[in-house]
């Protein structure tokens, strides 16, 4: 299977507001696998409808980044923003998840895949 990692600008702004340092240079460390950045400013009108969901700004635009790019699944740890992105899934044009939840349902999916190979 190839993953890849897709980041946006919100995230580098998010980052950036890490009041501590050693953890934001780590953070920021990791940011350098991502594969490629998402620009947040063309992505900003689609952002204000998902905000208009009831959506924090910040969240809509983590959103709105992942849906530009066609993302398979936006992970977050974010249980507000989980919760809202499950009741108006409809809506959405990329799945949101929990990264452990999302990673136990990969790894049933492929160890069910081997078994019936």
């Known amino acids: 299977m190839d993953w890849?990692?897709?980041?946006s600008e919100i995230l580098v702004?998010?980052?950036n507001q890490n009041k501590n340092l050693r953890q934001r240079l780590y953070i920021k460390g990791l940011l350098g696998y991502a594969h490629h950045t998402v620009p947040a400013?063309?992505?900003r009108s689609r952002a204000n409808r998902i905000a208009s969901l009831g959506f924090q700004n910040r969240d809509a635009l983590h959103i709105a980044c992942a849906e530009s790019v066609?993302?398979?699944i936006l992970l977050t740890t974010d249980d507000r923003m989980l919760k809202r992105a499950?009741?108006?899934r409809t809506q959405l044009r990329v799945s949101v998840a929990n990264p452990?939840?999302?990673l136990m349902e990969v790894i049933q999916n492929?160890?069910?895949q081997s078994?019936?190979?």
Do not use: G, V
């Open 86 to 88: 499950e009741r108006f």
């Open 70 to 72: 066609n993302t398979d």
């Open 13 to 15: 702004y998010e980052i």
């Open 115 to 117: 078994k019936t190979e």
């Open 100 to 102: 452990y939840s999302w």
């Open 110 to 112: 492929e160890q069910s």
């Open 4 to 7: 890849q990692w897709i980041s």
């Open 41 to 43: 400013a063309p992505e």
